[in-house]
């Protein structure tokens, strides 16, 4: 079975500073991988997804993740951080079961502080 | 933008008290799924729908959880009888029945059991 790792259940940054989430998965095949966000009294919503071609994703909000196979890796970053990145972040990979049902497993995620 | 829309936003109750909580998920969207949120183990999944059909509830406690999709517009999640462990944030999310396809979720339930 899938699963995913995010190294680091708090980051802290600077605003303007380099925002870098870590998320690691185990998948016996190739992954579709996902990267969601939840503001504070909100759902899910997604950020970018890896599913084939370019390993290079962009997202919305001006967040980017690179998937790298040799490193089971999917970081999510962001060059210059505002306050409004404020959030908690999770990465999730696709997993398929059941005759081709499809289900996410998600990490753990990641709250994400933006400091003035 | 089409949303998720998920009824009712809160709900507090009291213990032993029948919960029932309703999803409307994207038109056209195949699939279901419940999710519960909470600080200790994070998101859970805890049924999964496609057509309508359930094709898993392994994460639902079975005696007194329920998941149901009377028709393609609607789901519901009902605890009978809820007790205090049942508090949580419970999330209906939908999506198309392909693995590169992301999950939508509703803005969710926040459930308080005294």
């Known amino acids: 079975a899938q699963s995913v790792t995010q190294l680091g259940s708090h980051v802290s940054v600077s605003e303007g500073a380099l925002v870098l989430l870590r998320c690691n998965y185990s998948?016996?095949?190739?992954?579709?991988l996902f990267w969601y966000v939840q503001y504070p009294n909100q759902g899910l919503q997604l950020l970018l997804k890896y599913t084939t071609g370019a390993t290079l994703v962009k997202g919305i909000n001006g967040f980017e993740a690179e998937f790298k196979k040799s490193e089971t890796s999917f970081h999510l970053t962001k060059p210059s951080a505002h306050m409004s990145d404020a959030a908690e972040y999770f990465c999730?990979?696709?997993?398929?079961?059941?005759?081709?049902?499809?289900?996410?497993?998600f990490g753990k995620g990641t709250k994400l502080t933006v400091n003035p | 933008d089409a949303r998720v829309t998920q009824t009712p936003r809160h709900k507090v109750t009291e213990m032993g008290q029948e919960v029932t909580m309703r999803c409307q998920p994207i038109l056209g969207h195949n699939t279901v799924f419940w999710y519960r949120q909470t600080m200790m183990q994070g998101l859970e999944l805890l049924a999964y729908?496609?057509?309508?059909?359930?094709?898993?509830d392994s994460g639902m406690p079975k005696d007194r959880f329920s998941a149901e999709m009377p028709d393609a517009t609607l789901a519901t999640l009902k605890i009978q009888p809820s007790e205090p462990r049942d508090s949580a944030v419970y999330f209906c999310?939908?999506?198309?029945?392909?693995?590169?396809?992301?999950?939508?979720f509703g803005d969710g339930t926040r459930l308080s059991i005294l």
């Open positions: 999310a939908s999506g198309f029945r392909q693995n590169n396809q992301p999950q939508h």
């Open positions: 729908f496609r057509n309508r059909a359930p094709l898993d």
């Open positions: 999730a990979v696709s997993e398929t079961y059941q005759g081709g049902s499809e289900k996410l497993v």
């Open positions: 998948s016996s095949v190739p992954p579709y």
